[in-house]
């Protein structure tokens, strides 16, 4: 069964570059078909797309971040990683890693990213 977890600082200064890595494990990043997504929630709000990859190592991205986000990965780690520049307390969330198939079916636990100088 493929597990995802999230890691990275928990606190990021206004104007920084937020950085998180999705850890796999089960299953591998370049398997056909599967997409690797970045979802955060802000606190008291809904949950917000923020981009893919695909198993190609394809990107798409949530137009309104589109000019703060870029996603990478490491296929001999087997991890995908988000970049989020010049971040604001707008910011603040909790980020989700997840696996896309057919549907969502596979969601790391989230991690809470505060933006605060």
């Known amino acids: 069964q493929v597990q995802l977890q999230e890691s990275g600082p928990d606190l990021v200064k206004p104007s920084q570059t937020l950085s998180l890595t999705c850890t796999v494990s089960?299953?591998?990043?370049?398997?056909?078909?599967?997409?690797w997504i970045w979802i955060r929630q802000p606190p008291g709000k809904g949950l917000e797309w923020m981009g893919t990859i695909s198993y190609r190592g394809d990107t798409y991205y949530n137009p309104s971040l589109e000019s703060r986000t870029s996603i990478s990965r490491d296929t001999s780690k087997n991890q995908f990683t988000l970049h989020l520049t010049s971040v604001t307390p707008e910011d603040t969330s909790v980020y989700y890693c997840a696996r896309r198939g057919i549907s969502l079916d596979a969601w790391g636990q989230g991690t809470l990213v505060t933006v605060s100088s």
């Open positions: 089960g299953g591998s990043i370049t398997t056909t078909y599967y997409y």
